[in-house]
């Protein structure tokens, strides 16, 4: 039988090996290289003993006998170097590090190749295996210890850092911050203008009372006033005078402030976008080789050709741009170019071209592609659509060119005869339009029969400024991309129409559906006073609706931030911003709230049912924690406690699970021994310290087989202890009964 | 013109021997020897209300204390422990509730008693790069406390609340429970992460 196939390591517990493997890769690769520079060899060889470990447990579960092997080999190797029995030597090290890697190498191979790539690789392991064997065996291998030998490992990695341009990591957390806090210095510069505003007002009032004054003044002149009243009147009207010198003098003052304080955070924060843009080369460096691959492979000659290198993009935008760009250089390949016999008879030269070109213009970031091939024959596409009776012939005949084309990105559809390995799945062009889609971009084809066709994409030039229409829902405002509304309008109620209690209007041609929005997004519903209803229509491929808000609000640019990922996908919305008074606002997901409406109006949704509260744990089960650092064990034990009907909640270490036994109410608790932050024996004694858990039931599962293990652990506190070397379910789920009886509660 | 510079002058300014005073204080000082240093025995902390329950947290998990600010809900999430979105120095943030999570209830009589809501406050708990934003109702500042003030939890308050607090302690003569930081950042990750 091969390794890692058949059903008995299903696929699910592969990829969460995988996962693990992945982390506990990483986590012995750093230990090794700071193991190599001398660092705190103690603490990291446990480390690595751990990773090691971990790595052999998981491996075991999901027999790949071959990693259990080799991170046995490696664990024997970590404990020779706690006792001091075998020395690490930088070859060593090499030798591990190159173990390390074919893990991590094991974690990038998809499941389903994941046999054959063993099969493949079997030599490398076993080479691997053997020398960190031979290594175990001669102990003594001495070829000067790990000192001062410059390592060859971290010179390959510093020689790696200089050739990477100019260009510096910085954190996503830290541009976030930065951003955030340009965001807040634009809206309290925006602040100032209602300050001046208040300055202004000010210096009015002044302005008035001087004119009062000086009113005063030629009114007393008639009046024989004596020198001391004289006196102070012509005081008060000089102050007063002086005040208005001075405060338009001042008022000035800060004007100019303002002027220059509001230029300099505009620059700030657009160079803080900036940061955001990549050259448009950056996202391509892979299509050069590709289309050499692919012409090759076709007998076919093609030139690529690349313009607007430098041209800014948007990062975001960039990295999504990489899979429909490659679509439809496959396709231009696969069905545009000619093969050169072809192309001579054609009188074209030899040689087919693709351009593919960026650049900026009016405020979007265009995108073509464009090849000299075959172009589209209409009338072979005319007599496709009718042969795949997308359309009748009586249609066919009327549509317009661009009509016709927009056919070819339908899914599902293709001109090609003949699906190939490279395209003619169609697939491809969905692909490209339903990317386009998602950044609010469009995509446009313009062909010409024999001479060529290209493809014009039209993107936004940045994900992080989005143009939105702002309106109420139950009290609360939310924001709409502009790119997603097809009409705002206003409809008296009175012009509504029903069929089956459902509220339509007639607009442009077609009915459309109207629901309130309030009642999509669970919100509160609020009444209107006036009898026109505002409307916001949205649709996607097949349908229209129109979303009934309380209340237009206005039309703003808004900066995109992202939800925090502890909410998980918010069901339609799709990321938040913060307005320029610093308030939060949520933008909403068209194409989320077009599904939800539909779900809607088949018959309503089912309410969600809140699930937020733990301690309404399932009716009559036994509540089972299971604590382990192994994501593998512990999706292992989940599922065989599961089986037997048992309800379980898991944790991640003795930390997580000494916080959990305090809120959640448990009737047994499984726990590994070896764990960061706090390990089992720790959580055991924490347990039975707890008045109020001293007498919940604990059983250890470890691989710690020796007889001092199992007495630590009973002598702790714990009520059974369970070596893992023979884990065998039947013995588990026998030893569960014994402590807690039945899974149902009695 | 030049520059006095009598380094004979300046010697014996630095080298000038101290008063007897001076010596005498420090000998003294140090001759105490060090004192079971209460330092290391002290936390601190920061005292708040939640209604009537006067509550405290570790100063160290506080990253800030700003004014109330708005909080939009959150369609289909916002329920009772999370009251929805905040914004933080320009950032947005999730705002939750203490009151609901440990289950403190506003009577009327206590609206009455403490009716200012000029006073209420947010604040925002950071631990491992997580933040939580939260209101309360009144923050009195940060107090440094000896362990040795702490007392047991007594058993008869709510389950609950008592689940969450770690001690409690006697300050102007209220009781004030200390929440334990790690089980109320662990509580908000299980019931929103």
Request: with cysteine.
């Amino acid at each position: 039988m091969t390794e890692g196939s058949g059903s008995d390591a299903d696929l699910g517990m592969l990829e969460l090996f995988k996962t693990e493997l992945e982390a506990q890769a990483m986590a012995m690769g750093s230990g090794l290289l700071s193991l190599e520079r001398m660092e705190g060899s103690d603490d990291v060889l446990k480390e690595l003993m751990r990773a090691a470990h971990s790595i052999k447990g998981a491996a075991r579960i999901v027999h790949l006998e071959t990693i259990v092997h080799l991170a046995h080999a490696m664990e024997d190797i970590f404990s020779g170097a706690q006792k001091n029995t075998i020395n690490l030597t930088p070859n060593l090290i090499d030798l591990l590090l190159l173990a390390t890697d074919l893990f991590a190498s094991l974690t990038k191979v998809p499941l389903v190749a994941l046999s054959n790539w063993l099969e493949q690789k079997r030599p490398d392991w076993e080479r691997v295996l053997g020398d960190i064997q031979k290594a175990v065996e001669n102990k003594t291998e001495s070829e000067g210890s790990l000192i001062k030998r410059e390592s060859p490992e971290v010179k390959v990695h510093l020689e790696n850092v200089e050739s990477q341009n100019r260009a510096l990591r910085v954190s996503a957390y830290h541009l976030n911050r930065l951003m955030g806090l340009v965001g807040e210095s634009l809206i309290e510069t925006h602040s100032l203008e209602p300050f001046y505003q208040g300055f202004m007002r000010l210096k009015r009032m002044l302005d008035k009372n001087k004119g009062e004054i000086e009113r005063l003044r030629v009114m007393l002149s008639a009046h024989s006033l004596d020198l001391h009243e004289k006196h102070l009147l012509e005081e008060a009207y000089q102050n007063q005078g002086e005040a208005c010198q001075f405060a338009i003098k001042k008022l000035g003052d800060l004007e100019l402030y303002i002027t220059k304080h509001t230029s300099l955070s505009d620059r700030l924060y657009r160079e803080v976008l900036d940061t955001r843009m990549r050259p448009f080369a950056d996202g391509i460096e892979g299509f050069p080789r590709m289309v050499r691959d692919m012409a090759k492979e076709l007998n076919k000659k093609v030139k690529f050709v690349v313009r607007g290198k430098n041209t800014p993009v948007d990062r975001e935008i960039l990295e999504k741009l990489e899979t429909p760009l490659s679509h439809l250089i496959r396709n231009a390949i696969d069905h545009g170019i000619e093969t050169p016999s072809e192309r001579l008879q054609f009188n074209k030269s030899e040689e087919g071209t693709i351009t593919l070109e960026a650049e900026h213009r009016a405020g979007i970031l265009a995108v073509t592609l464009s090849d000299d091939g075959r172009g589209v024959d209409l009338e072979k596409l005319r007599k496709k659509l009718v042969e795949s009776r997308l359309i009748t012939e009586e249609i066919a005949g009327s549509l317009s060119e661009t009509e016709l084309l927009d056919f070819l990105m339908l899914p599902g559809f293709s001109t090609s005869t003949q699906v190939t390995e490279i395209s003619g799945r169609g697939v491809g062009l969905n692909i490209v339009q339903n990317m386009v889609n998602e950044v609010g971009g469009s995509l446009h084809i313009v062909q010409q029969f024999g001479k060529g066709m290209s493809f014009h994409l039209q993107l936004p030039l940045t994900l992080s400024v989005l143009r939105a229409l702002l309106v109420e829902i139950g009290n609360e405002p939310f924001a709409v991309p502009l790119t997603r509304i097809s009409n705002v309008i206003l409809v008296d109620s009175h012009s509504l129409q029903t069929t089956e209690g459902r509220p339509y209007f007639y607009f442009e041609g077609t009915n459309i559906g109207l629901v309130p929005a309030s009642q999509i997004m669970e919100l509160e519903e609020v009444q209107s006073q006036s009898s026109l209803l505002p409307i916001v229509i949205i649709k996607d491929r097949e349908s229209a609706y129109g979303l009934i808000v309380d209340k237009f609000v206005g039309q703003t640019d808004l900066v995109v931030h992202e939800l925090d990922p502890r909410l998980g996908k918010v069901p339609d919305i799709n990321a938040g911003a913060i307005m320029e008074d610093g308030s939060p606002i949520l933008i909403m997901d068209v194409d989320d709230l077009v599904r939800s409406i539909d779900q809607f109006l088949r018959g309503g949704r089912l309410r969600r049912l809140k699930t937020d509260d733990q301690s309404t744990k399932e009716q009559g089960k036994k509540h089972i924690l299971v604590v382990d650092d192994s994501v593998t064990v512990r999706e292992v034990e989940c599922r065989l406690l599961r089986n037997h009907g048992f309800e379980v909640e898991t944790a991640v270490n003795g930390m997580d699970g000494w916080n959990a036994v305090r809120t959640g109410s448990y009737d047994l608790v499984i726990t590994d021994v070896d764990m960061p932050r706090m390990n089992g024996i720790e959580l055991v004694r924490a347990i039975r310290a707890d008045p109020k858990l001293s007498h919940l039931p604990v059983m250890i599962v470890s691989y710690k087989e020796r007889e001092e293990d199992r007495l630590l652990g009973l002598q702790t506190g714990a009520n059974y202890y369970f070596t893992k070397g023979g884990f065998n379910d039947e013995s588990l789920i026998q030893a569960v009964i014994d402590l807690i009886g039945n899974p149902t509660v009695e | 013109m030049s520059i006095p510079s009598d380094e004979a002058a300046a010697a014996s300014l630095f080298e000038r021997r101290p008063s007897d005073d001076y010596i005498n204080e420090r000998t003294a000082l140090f001759s105490r020897g060090k004192q079971a240093s209460s330092k290391g025995q002290e936390t601190a902390i920061v005292i708040f209300r939640l209604h009537q329950e006067w509550l405290a947290l570790p100063a160290m998990v506080i990253a800030e204390i700003i004014d109330m600010r708005v909080i939009r809900k959150i369609p289909h999430r916002t329920d009772g422990i999370l009251l929805g979105m905040t914004t933080l120095r320009g950032q947005l943030q999730l705002c939750i509730s203490l009151h609901h999570l440990l289950e403190v209830d506003e009577g009327e009589e206590i609206k009455k008693a403490y009716g200012l809501a000029a006073a209420q406050r947010m604040i925002a708990i950071e631990k491992e790069k997580i933040r939580w934003v939260f209101p309360v109702d009144e923050i009195f500042g940060v107090f440094h406390c000896n362990k040795q003030q702490f007392e047991n939890v007594p058993v008869t308050i709510s389950k609950s609340k008592a689940n969450f607090l770690k001690d409690v302690f006697k300050w102007e003569g209220r009781s004030i429970g200390l929440i334990d930081e790690n089980l109320l950042f662990y509580t908000l990750q299980r019931k929103i992460g």
